[in-house]
């Protein structure tokens, strides 16, 4: 078969559209490919009463990197949407993150210092040295208040693991500041692109030759024929058709649900902390781009394990699964035509800043 392509693209979410667009660019011939029936990875929307329903989930773009703001931006306006989501306990709700008006729910304190004191006095007894595992983690952050009601339950439905087995960094990324402020990141950009993510989307893609329900796997060997060079963003352990064993996963179960009045829960993500309730939140979408439709769209989100054919939506860095891919790693050296790239095919969570960082890095080395 004739060499068509200078680039074809495994998977056109924002890796694969980023560096499809950068490529265009360059002069450079390039097909994206898609397993699924729509373009766009995790970050497609659907409209559903005119509302963008994130189909996998939230997706809340934040960055530090004035660089990457100024470059997704190209493509469509952002809405300053800030992030604050609830924790429901039995009921009880409370301020996400933990700061001030957190602790005030659980305390009554009023002050960073009262909070500060609190935590200490409920750590000082807890005897708990360097964290081996995310229960000792979240203890000497929060102590065993927030923990049992907010990160416990929470956590293990997540991970379908007790908390003591998971490592102690899952923890370390959550926000605790001692002052009045439920925005979840500390970023200075943040919001969402105002008409949804496949505006992004199709702005990177456009004019570029894409292909939906096409499953690479199955038709490699003649599909790497008709490019110079591949850019795969899938499954790395199925690149290899698993020769060390499976890399785990967990996934995710999207319920949704048409509601016939306005507003249902008030804010974009409520988070349910009980150990009762089987989802671990409810988004609602419309709340994202500040909605005022006469009905609404909720989504319940479900974690579950991982299996052939589900989606695998975050990785279980855990010795076992890293030293699996550390021989996977080593496997990608002998094929010199074949760029991998992104989460599924570095095996590691990404937010969306650092992806468009990822491909840009990849732009630089590839076609600069």
């Known amino acids: ?74 493509f469509a306006e952002f809405n300053g949407y800030i992030n604050s989501p609830l924790a429901n306990y039995n009921g009880e709700l409370f301020n996400l993150p933990f700061n001030m008006n957190t602790f005030y729910q659980f305390w009554k304190t009023t002050t960073p210092q009262e909070a500060q004191d609190k935590i200490a006095s409920q750590v000082m007894g807890l005897n708990i040295g360097e964290p081996q595992n995310l229960e000792e983690q979240a203890l000497a952050l929060v102590g065993p208040d927030i923990y049992k009601k907010l990160i416990k ?28 402020n439920n925005n979840y990141f500390n970023d200075r950009y943040q919001g969402i692109p105002v008409g949804g993510y496949n505006k992004i989307i199709n702005g990177l893609l456009e004019g570029i030759e894409t292909r ?27 690149f290899f058709n698993y020769q060390f064993g499976e890399l785990e996963y967990r996934s995710l179960r999207f319920d949704e649900e048409v509601l016939k009045i306005k507003n249902f829960q008030g804010n974009a993500v409520v988070n ?3 150990p009762f309730t089987p989802f671990t939140r409810i988004i609602e979408h419309k709340h994202f781009e500040f909605g005022n ?12 394990a991982y299996k052939k054919g589900s989606e695998a939506f975050y990785p279980i860095n855990d010795l076992a699964n890293n030293t699996k891919l550390e021989k996977y790693n080593q496997l990608k050296l002998n094929f010199p035509n074949f ?4 989460r599924l095919a570095e095996y590691r969570y990404y937010d969306m800043h650092q992806i468009v960082g990822a491909a840009l890095q990849l732009v630089k080395r590839e076609l600069i």
């Open 272 to 274: 349910y902390c009980d």
């Open 1 to 74: 078969m004739n060499v068509e392509y200078d680039y074809l693209i495994v998977g056109s979410g924002l890796f694969g559209a980023i560096f499809a667009y950068e490529a265009k660019k360059n002069g450079k011939k390039c097909l994206v490919i898609e397993k699924r029936n729509h373009l766009g990875g995790n970050v497609f929307c659907k409209k559903i009463e005119d509302i963008n329903v994130h189909a996998y989930g939230a997706h809340i773009f934040h960055t530090n990197d004035k660089k990457i703001w100024n470059y997704i931006n190209q």
């Open 212 to 238: 939906i329900n096409i499953d690479y796997i199955a038709d490699r060997d003649e599909l790497q024929s008709i490019a110079k060079k591949i850019v795969y963003t899938g499954k790395i352990d199925e």
């Open 339 to 342: 760029i991998f790239g992104g």
């Open 293 to 304: 439709q006469p009905t609404t769209v909720i989504s319940r989100e479900y974690p579950m």
């Open 153 to 180: 339950h929470y956590t293990e439905k997540q991970w379908g693991r007790k908390a003591t087995s998971l490592p102690a960094f899952l923890i370390r990324r959550l926000p605790l500041r001692f002052t009045f």
